[in-house]
């Protein structure tokens, strides 16, 4: 059902508090997770297409919405701001975690859909002075 591991769901969580300590105006969790979105777009928009992308959201959406059942006021995220704008009126600590949830669902996803190596290879060109941006699955 492509649930996200445990290292893909960190990797999400190390992207937003990597784009929130880069936003120097607010650091709010609705900020960094569109900025997470629009990097990921730009860079796997290329491989899969932009419909591609906005459907594996609109996916990840649907499979996070057991957990955060908000995300089913998400028909499609066709941009950044429509996932900031459901996320904004959350919590933040629980903008948070749902972000993380979304983002390491997607990462699972798209790992499905490309495979690990090429996910790691287009995260760590989206995100080059974070280390270790490819989420890996842990050892068994």
């Not at 059902?1 to 960190?10: F, G, H, T």
């Not at 992308?53 to 955060?68: D, M, N, P, T, Y």
């Not at 933040?92 to 669902?105: C, I, Y």
Request: hydrophobic fraction near 45%; charge should be neutral.
């Amino acid at each position: 059902m492509n649930r996200p591991n445990p290292a893909q769901l960190e990797q999400a969580r190390r992207l937003l508090a990597h784009e929130a300590a880069a936003d120097s105006t607010d650091g709010l969790a609705t900020t960094a997770a569109s900025r997470v979105y629009d990097k990921l777009h730009a860079h796997i928009a290329p491989l899969v297409g932009t419909a591609g992308v906005q459907l594996l959201f609109a996916r990840s959406a649907k499979l996070a919405q057991g957990e955060f059942a908000f995300f089913a006021e998400i028909s499609i995220l066709e941009n950044s701001t429509k996932l900031r704008e459901c996320l904004q009126a959350k919590d933040p600590a629980v903008s948070t975690e749902a972000a993380a949830a979304l983002f390491g669902t997607f990462f699972a996803l798209l790992t499905t859909f490309i495979g690990e190596r090429l996910t790691g290879q287009v995260l760590r060109r989206a995100w080059p002075t974070l280390e270790a941006a490819a989420p890996r699955e842990p050892p068994k």
